[in-house]
């Protein structure tokens, strides 16, 4: 099956600052790479996704950015804020099949 | 409000027991799954379900069995054949029973913990 490594697995940035999370999957024929966000004692939300026919996705603070050719995933937060403090997990999978998730990023962002 | 809804939050069992964690949705969504979450470690799939009367095993089925009777619902047995049952247990669902065609929507989960 795939598998997915995420790095780091802690992260802390100062209030303003910038954050990237990075994932590498192993499968080639993964095609989609979503994001979730989990707040202390929630489940998992959604917060930006990315096929692999782009490179790069934005919605406000957020972006992703694919490379499958070296087969990895970023997701970068900028002008990051305390609300922004949660655990960031990424996920591989090609359609019909499972979600393979990496485990997880604990990004702190101290005011 | 449309969600996902586990119950309870929080089970203790004993050792030898089996506990049955409750999933309910009202989003009319086909598939649902439920996932075991432990600290450093991602989410692993357990059990999925496509279609109602029909679920498959994930990665890490052994020790568990759910049912999918309505299409609404999805709960998930530990048995006590499961040899390190204490984590945090996420329900979710999507609307297409096609995997990997999009958003999972996840419950506020459940821990348990076996004393």
């Known amino acids: 099956g795939e598998n997915v490594e995420q790095h780091p697995s802690t992260l802390s940035v100062q209030e303003g600052d910038s954050a990237v999370i990075k994932c590498t999957y192993s499968d080639s024929a993964s095609n989609y790479f979503p994001w979730y966000k989990q707040e202390l004692g929630k489940g998992p939300q959604l917060i930006i996704d990315?096929?692999?026919?782009?490179g790069e996705k934005k919605d406000q603070r957020i972006a992703v950015t694919l490379n499958k050719t070296a087969k990895h995933f970023s997701l970068h937060i900028t002008e990051t804020q305390p609300e922004d403090s949660a655990v960031y997990f990424c996920a591989a999978s090609k359609i019909g099949n499972q979600f393979y998730f990496g485990t997880g990023t604990s990004l702190t962002v101290i005011p | 409000d449309g969600g996902i809804t586990q119950s309870p939050k929080y089970l203790f069992r004993k050792e030898g027991q089996n506990v049955t964690l409750s999933c309910e949705q009202n989003l009319n969504h086909d598939a649902m799954y439920w996932y075991r979450q432990d600290p450093g470690q991602g989410l692993r799939l357990i059990y999925y379900s496509q279609i109602v009367n029909d679920f498959q095993k994930g990665d890490i089925a052994e020790g568990y069995s759910v049912s999918r009777e309505k299409k609404e619902s999805f709960p998930l047995t530990v048995t006590s054949a499961q040899k390190n049952p204490t984590a945090f247990y996420l329900c979710?669902?999507?609307?297409?029973?096609?995997?990997?065609?999009?958003?999972?929507?996840f419950g506020e989960g459940s821990r348990l913990t076996v004393l």
């Open positions: 979710a669902s999507s609307i297409s029973g096609t995997l990997n065609t999009g958003e999972l929507f």
């Open positions: 990315i096929r692999s026919n782009v």
